[in-house]
């Protein structure tokens, strides 16, 4: 039975490389269920599961050439569907952590008087003006806005590793910065 499932997973899969969107369709047909019900499982909501699980038979349309049946494309589709998930999770719980902070500092900034506010966004912006120009601008870009640093690797043309760096980088001079102004 498991040979002739993967014998049949090889065939679809030969068909996707020759561009059949039949056989995308069956693919859809024979996992969808199965991949709705991990992301669902993960997620806890059914349109994000949705969305993913549709977002993976996109990519895995246009990827359709790389792809490997290793062990079978229902194991593929099953992990990248809980990877993807697991992804979506951290990106949500990153999210609200920085709202979170974003709301404490509203709430607390809020019954500052106007005198102390200037004052403390003249020392934050001066802390600022001290950050190196590419750690700057990775800086602004997560913190002011809201880009993930995945997105700011992109944008810049850097690998993910310098935009941490950049950031590390950044928040250590904002610390020293703000605590020596205290």
């Given at each position: 039975m498991k040979e002739e499932k993967l014998h049949n997973e090889a065939e679809i899969l030969q068909r996707l490389r020759k561009g059949e969107e039949s056989a995308l369709?069956?693919?859809v047909d024979m996992y969808r269920?199965?991949?709705?019900?991990?992301?669902?499982?993960?997620?806890?909501?059914m349109a994000e599961a949705e969305d993913i699980v549709q977002e993976i038979f996109i990519r895995f349309w246009n990827l359709k050439e790389k792809v490997e049946l290793k062990p079978s494309l229902q194991a593929y589709l099953i992990r990248a569907?809980?990877?993807e998930?697991?992804?979506?999770?951290k990106k949500d719980k990153t999210r609200d952590k920085k709202?979170?902070?974003?709301?404490?500092?509203?709430?607390?900034s809020t019954h500052m008087k106007p005198f102390e506010s200037a004052e403390l966004a003249k020392?934050?912006?001066?802390?600022i003006d001290h950050i190196p120009p590419a750690a700057r601008k990775s800086f602004i870009k997560l913190y002011l806005e809201d880009k993930s640093q995945k997105t700011?690797?992109?944008?810049q043309n850097i690998s993910l590793q310098v935009v941490k760096n950049n950031i590390s980088k950044a928040l250590k001079i904002l610390r020293e910065k703000l605590h020596a102004a205290k």
């Open positions: 369709r069956e693919l269920p199965q991949m709705l019900m991990e992301a669902y499982y993960l997620l806890r909501d569907t809980r990877n998930s697991i992804i979506k999770i709202q979170h902070g974003y709301s404490y500092f509203v709430e607390s020392e934050l912006q001066n802390a700011i690797a992109a944008e």
